[in-house]
């Protein structure tokens, strides 16, 4: 049963231009929702995150959108660069299990130049 | 400031035979993590301890998987007797606490189990 859903295994796109990540999920109690940022031969680290009573968070050229009444989840770099390349996982959670973190599958940037 | 850490990096083994990881959280982190990764899939949980205590061990396979935490501290994660379904990177995470969805979980670099 995959709650979180990254149905794009993998992504390229033009150095300079908008990276767009999406994830799908199909727990309406999900509270709580993270993108990860994993680099080969390293454990994932955390990038950004979103709470379910909001519908955008920035940091930098990283931004997440929620949309509860599709159940997406998205990811937006803008501009890309090299060293954006990575797998990303979107995850999510609930307030009455924070901890048990449910990842995605992971899509697989490649920024060519 | 010391990140996870894990050991062994990689490891190769026969089906049936044992298998054990070893992992360092971060200093001070009360709440440890083992997932499981297997490839083309998502980090998936199989044990989180709070302190020395085990907080979910819902996913963790019993009859093969063990873990434990010493003193809070450094954990392992044994597999005996493994089969092939068992390659996979085995991950450690810790987060200074554990019970807020807040609470950044920090992940260690994994170590890959092959099962031949």
């Known amino acids: 049963d995959q709650q979180v859903k990254q149905n794009s295994p993998s992504l390229s796109v033009q150095e300079g231009r908008i990276s767009i990540l999406n994830c799908d999920y199909t727990?309406?109690?999900?509270?709580?929702f993270l993108w990860y940022k994993k680099y080969p031969a390293e454990g994932p680290t955390f990038l950004i995150s979103i709470s379910s009573i909001k519908d955008k968070n920035e940091d930098g050229r990283f931004t997440v959108f929620l949309n509860k009444s599709a159940n997406l989840l998205s990811l937006h770099i803008v501009p890309s660069q090299p060293g954006d390349s990575a797998v990303y996982f979107c995850a999510a959670n609930t307030y009455s299990s924070a901890s048990k973190i449910i990842f995605g599958s992971g899509t697989r940037l490649s920024i060519r130049p | 400031e010391a990140g996870v850490a894990q050991s062994p990096r990689y490891k190769i083994i026969e089906k049936r035979q044992s298998v054990a990881f070893w992992c360092n959280p971060i200093?001070?982190?009360?709440?440890l993590y083992w997932y499981q990764q297997i490839l083309g899939q998502g980090p998936k949980l199989l044990i989180q301890?709070?302190?020395?205590?085990?907080?979910?061990d819902s996913q963790l396979p019993k009859d093969r998987f063990s873990a434990e935490r010493l003193k809070g501290v450094d954990s392992t994660l044994k597999i005996q007797p493994a089969k092939l379904e068992d390659s996979a990177v085995y991950l450690c995470?810790?987060?200074?606490?554990?019970?807020?969805?807040?609470?950044?979980?920090?992940f260690g670099p994994g170590t890959r189990l092959t099962v031949l």
């Open positions: 200093s001070g982190h009360a709440t």
């Open positions: 301890f709070q302190n020395n205590g085990v907080v979910d």
């Open positions: 727990n309406s109690m999900f509270d709580y």
């Open positions: 995470a810790s987060s200074p606490g554990g019970d807020r969805v807040t609470d950044t979980q920090y």
